[in-house]
């Protein structure tokens, strides 16, 4: 697998009518089990745009989970955009019928021929099961849709990951530690960071400036991110070239 993804889909967070909780989760879920996301998209309730982009996602080797559009209303598209990007029919799921059904009984109700229409799903699917309600979303290879809802989305999301990836949980430790560099300037120390990526293959070298404010004087937040065991090695290199360029420092 090259890497993790994300598709947030909805109209409502595209116009700002509803902040999205689903990036700022997804990274905690992830984080929990030892993996980083690699990838996010937004994209609105636009049918043709998610089927291009779910065609270009498919034909890769990523991960990805993507939030919303998988009910019944007019502005639902992601069941129907992920079987055209992947060039099959939609049909009813066995297994996702029978949730459908158990749900109906448990709340005493019939189901209806537009309800059932839930688990109408990419033919090859899996479902992803739904402790919330039990109206299921699907996996189709390594890609995985559930509702936009939070209450749903987010154990279903839990699910998948502990279900399918269990192997690369902490696969790629990784360690980070940083310095303030006072009244840097980025492009004085990109030599320093070049270098440093040269010595340690295992390791990122990254920047994060700070203008400067009436109570913090302008800085760069200097560090490395990377295999732990190459992380200290690398910041005495790093702090030794700051030095050598007449900066002060203080550790993060």
Same mark, same amino acid.
């Given at each position: 697998?090259?890497?993790?993804?994300?598709?947030i889909?909805?109209?409502?967070?595209?116009?700002g009518?509803?902040?999205?909780?689903?990036?700022?989760?997804?990274?905690?879920?992830l984080?929990?089990?030892?993996?980083?996301?690699d990838?996010a998209?937004?994209?609105?309730?636009?049918?043709?745009?998610?089927?291009d982009?779910?065609?270009?996602?498919?034909a *890769?080797?990523?991960?990805v989970f993507s939030?919303g559009?998988?009910?019944?209303?007019?502005?639902?598209?992601?069941?129907?955009?992920t079987?055209?990007?992947?060039?099959?029919?939609?049909?009813?799921?066995?297994?996702?019928e029978?949730?459908?059904?158990?749900?109906?009984?448990?709340?005493?109700?019939?189901?209806?021929?537009?309800?059932?229409g839930? &688990?109408n799903?990419?033919v090859g699917?899996?479902?992803?099961p739904?402790p919330?309600?039990?109206i299921p979303?699907?996996?189709? *290879?390594?890609?995985?849709f559930v509702?936009g809802?939070p209450?749903?989305? =987010?154990?279903?999301v839990?699910?998948?990951?502990?279900?399918?990836?269990?192997?690369?949980?902490?696969?790629?430790?990784?360690?980070?530690?940083?310095i303030?560099v =006072?009244?840097?300037?980025e &492009?004085?120390l990109?030599e320093?960071m070049?270098?440093?990526?040269a010595?340690?293959?295992?390791?990122?070298?990254?920047?994060?400036?700070?203008?400067?404010?009436t109570?913090v004087q302008?800085?760069i937040?200097? *560090?490395?991110? *990377?295999?732990?065991?190459?992380?200290?090695?690398?910041?005495?290199?790093?702090?030794?070239?700051?030095k050598e360029?007449?900066y002060s420092?203080d550790?993060?």
């Amino acid at each position: 697998m090259k890497g993790i993804g994300a598709i947030i889909i909805g109209d409502e967070i595209m116009l700002g009518k509803r902040a999205d909780k689903h990036f700022p989760k997804l990274l905690e879920l992830l984080a929990a089990r030892g993996l980083v996301l690699d990838w996010a998209l937004y994209i609105g309730d636009d049918r043709q745009r998610l089927t291009d982009t779910l065609r270009r996602t498919l034909a *890769g080797d990523d991960i990805v989970f993507s939030f919303g559009g998988i009910g019944n209303t007019p502005d639902d598209h992601t069941r129907q955009a992920t079987a055209a990007a992947a060039g099959v029919e939609l049909a009813l799921h066995p297994d996702a019928e029978r949730e459908i059904r158990a749900r109906f009984a448990e709340i005493g109700r019939e189901v209806t021929d537009l309800q059932l229409g839930l &688990g109408n799903f990419p033919v090859g699917s899996r479902i992803i099961p739904n402790p919330y309600n039990r109206i299921p979303g699907f996996s189709l *290879g390594h890609h995985h849709f559930v509702p936009g809802f939070p209450q749903m989305a =987010w154990p279903m999301v839990e699910w998948v990951l502990d279900s399918y990836y269990r192997e690369r949980f902490n696969a790629r430790p990784t360690a980070e530690a940083a310095i303030l560099v =006072w009244q840097g300037l980025e &492009g004085t120390l990109i030599e320093l960071m070049r270098e440093v990526e040269a010595e340690f293959p295992g390791i990122k070298v990254f920047s994060l400036p700070f203008l400067g404010s009436t109570e913090v004087q302008r800085h760069i937040e200097l *560090g490395v991110r *990377g295999v732990p065991q190459q992380v200290p090695a690398a910041m005495t290199v790093i702090r030794h070239g700051v030095k050598e360029l007449g900066y002060s420092f203080d550790e993060k």
